[in-house]
C-alpha cells in the first residue's frame, strides 16, 4: 500500500511544493503517536508527514534541570510543549493525521484533550527504560483507544523475545508489537502500514479506496 503523494517530493525538501489535501479525499482519520519523553515520537511525525510537520519544541532550559531525566539522552536539547502534526494521504480516498503528544507528565491535560477523537495509537518504546511507557500503555488502555506498540530501535536497543516484552509492558496478546528505526522513513512507513492494517482487522477502520 502506496501513500496517494509517495512518488513526489516532501513538503520540506528543497524541490517540494506546497501540499494540499487532494479534492479526491473523502475520509480523514486522527492517529496518536504517543509515548514517554525523549522516545522518538517527533522524529517519527516528522519521517511520514508529507507536509512540513507543525512543531511545537522548547529549547530545554536550566529549569527542568532535575524534573527532565537526560540520561541516555545527551545530545536532546529539546521538547515537544504542545503537540506535533502531520499528515500522510494514505491513498487517493484516505487521510491520516497523525498528532504527536508531549512525553512528560505535567502536559497530560493537553495530552487527554489532543486524544479526544483518536481511532487509535501508536505508543513509541525505547526498550533502554521500557518502564517509562508503563503510564502512556496504561492511559491507552484505561481510555479504550486500540493502539500498537512502536518499538524505535536505537543503535544499543537491546533484544528480547516477544513473549518476554510482551509480559514485561503487561499488554495483552492481540496488542501488535512492531519495530522502527524513526529517523528511517521506509521503515516509518512500514510501521504505519502495519498498524492501519490492524485497525482495519478490528473493524476500527474502514479502508477508503
Given at each position: ?8 517530493p516532501r513538503a520540506g525538501d ?105 481511532l487509535g495509537a501508536i505508543a ?34 537491546p533484544s528480547y523475545p516477544e ?47
Amino acid at each position: 500500500m502506496a501513500s496517494a503523494n509517495s512518488a513526489e517530493p516532501r513538503a520540506g525538501d528543497a524541490t517540494a511544493e506546497p501540499r494540499y489535501l487532494p479534492s479526491s479525499v473523502q475520509g480523514a482519520v486522527k492517529i496518536l503517536v504517543t509515548g514517554p519523553f525523549g522516545v522518538g515520537k517527533t522524529t517519527l511525525v516528522g519521517s511520514l508527514s508529507e507536509i512540513a510537520p507543525l512543531r511545537t519544541e522548547e529549547t530545554m532550559t536550566a529549569a527542568s534541570s532535575g524534573v527532565d531525566d537526560l540520561t541516555g539522552r545527551p545530545g536532546k536539547t529539546t521538547t515537544t510543549v504542545a503537540l506535533d502534526f502531520g499528515r500522510i494521504t494514505l491513498n487517493p480516498r484516505l487521510a491520516l493525521y497523525l498528532f504527536g503528544t508531549p512525553g512528560q507528565q505535567r502536559f497530560w491535560p493537553l495530552w487527554d484533550d489532543l486524544s479526544q477523537g483518536a481511532l487509535g495509537a501508536i505508543a513509541m518504546v525505547d526498550l533502554r527504560r521500557p518502564d517509562e511507557s508503563f503510564d502512556v500503555l496504561g492511559r491507552l488502555e484505561e481510555q479504550r483507544i486500540p493502539f500498537a506498540v512502536a518499538v524505535n530501535t536505537f543503535p544499543d536497543t537491546p533484544s528480547y523475545p516477544e513473549e518476554e516484552l510482551r509480559a514485561a509492558l503487561d499488554v495483552l496478546p492481540e496488542v501488535p508489537i512492531l519495530y522502527c528505526d524513526a529517523r528511517d522513513r521506509r521503515q516509518s512507513y512500514d510501521l504505519l502500514i502495519d498498524f492501519v492494517e490492524y485497525l482495519h482487522r478490528t473493524s476500527v477502520l474502514e479502508l477508503q479506496r
